[in-house]
């Protein structure tokens, strides 16, 4: 940590020096345009960006497969805005994992193609993002994955099973928009500004989206087990519409407290949510001691699916207590 006095000039002006080690490593000069940001009792300062489009290259001559995939995702969740992917020669085996990335990515489109390279580029203007958006649409698609996947299980329907499982997808792009704009805001204090939410709500809805993405996946893994299950028994089943009920009612008081205005309304509904949690808790036992009189097998894909609903209960019990830290007063 370096300190300066301020100083007046002019009679008017306050002006600080700016350290030399600093300016150089950031190419900043006499005639450098500078950027500064107010954030409450701080100054931020950044050297003005020459242009909004982030380009990277990444060499992936020894990527394949998922790694590949994973490393192009990896590139935009960065913040890339147009990514260059090299190699001697790119296999065909290579340009199906690219294309397999792009298609899980939103916004995201192949723009060039050669020999030894593909460009793939970002469409979306990321300061038309807004990470609220994508959080409350993660929130309607967990949420109505959760109902439809206990729909399909109690009523034997494989249709409505297979389309809980491709919506996961869906959730994922989501989840990946949701890291990209939240990693912005860390790396520039202009993106914060532009998307018009504090930076510590911006985490604050980046840790409940990785809840919301974890919902989604129980409610995959739910559909999953039920395409492998014949008809349940009665008892069973309406005991699982009820623990449903009870986890999609945490999943809905936890978002509200998440999104409130009102101090007192978000310290209501989730100190609600936290509460409904432990009574999923006793819920679930029951559940399982029902479960110990059905044949082993069944009971034991019943017994991993009243687990994903107990989990998402917690899961909402996470955001609850995310929405408590949001609401609390800050130094």
């Known amino acids: 940590m370096e300190t300066r006095k301020v100083q007046v000039t002019g009679g008017s002006t306050y002006t600080v020096s700016l350290p030399k080690s600093w300016a150089t490593a950031n190419d900043v000069s006499a ?9 409450k009792d701080s100054l931020l300062l950044t050297p003005q960006s020459e242009t909004d489009r982030q380009e990277g290259t990444l060499d992936i001559a020894d990527l ?3 790694r590949l995939t994973r490393a192009v995702m990896t590139m935009y969740v960065s913040g890339f805005d147009i990514i260059r992917l090299e190699a001697g020669r790119i296999t065909t085996d290579q340009r199906r994992a690219i294309r397999s990335a792009t298609q899980s990515l939103v916004g995201v489109e192949v723009l060039e193609e050669t020999t030894d390279s593909v460009v793939i580029q970002d469409l979306l203007d990321s300061s038309e993002l ?15 994955m959760l109902e439809d996947a206990v729909t399909g ?15 996961d ?10 890291s990209r704009i939240f990693r912005a805001t860390l790396r520039s204090p202009r993106a914060a500004e ?18 919301l993405e ?8 739910i559909s999953n087990l039920a395409l492998k299950l014949e008809q349940i028994p009665e008892d069973v089943a309406d005991a699982l519409v009820a623990l449903h009920a009870d986890a999609s009612d945490v999943l809905e ?18 100190h609600a949510a936290r509460e409904a949690v432990l009574e999923i808790d006793e819920h679930t036992r029951t559940i399982d001691d029902m479960l110990r009189d059905l044949e082993p097998v069944q009971a034991q894909s019943l017994g991993l699916i009243v687990d994903s609903l107990s989990r998402s209960a917690d899961y909402g019990g996470n955001i609850a207590e995310t929405a408590l830290q949001k609401a609390a007063p800050r130094p």
């Not at 005639?31 to 954030?39: L, Q, S, Y």
């Not at 993660?138 to 949420?143: F, G, Q, V």
């Not at 997808?169 to 949701?178: A, E, G, K, T």
Request: negative net charge; charged residues 35%.
């Open 194 to 211: 532009e998307l018009g939410v504090p930076r510590e709500d911006c985490f604050d809805y980046h840790s409940s989206a990785r809840q």
């Open 169 to 178: 997808d869906d959730v994922d792009r989501l989840w990946l928009v949701v």
């Open 31 to 39: 005639g450098t345009i500078v950027e500064f940001f107010p954030e």
């Open 153 to 167: 299980l109690v009523e034997n329907d494989d249709d409505i099973a297979r389309d809980v499982i491709d919506r």
């Open 253 to 270: 008081k936890s978002m509200d407290a998440l999104v409130a205005d009102d101090t007192e309304e978000a310290n209501r509904l989730g």
């Open 130 to 144: 807004s990470i609220v958006n994508a959080v409350s649409r993660m929130r309607l698609i967990a949420r109505s």
């Open 64 to 66: 394949e497969g998922e």
């Open 214 to 221: 974890r919902v989604a996946d129980h409610a995959a893994k």
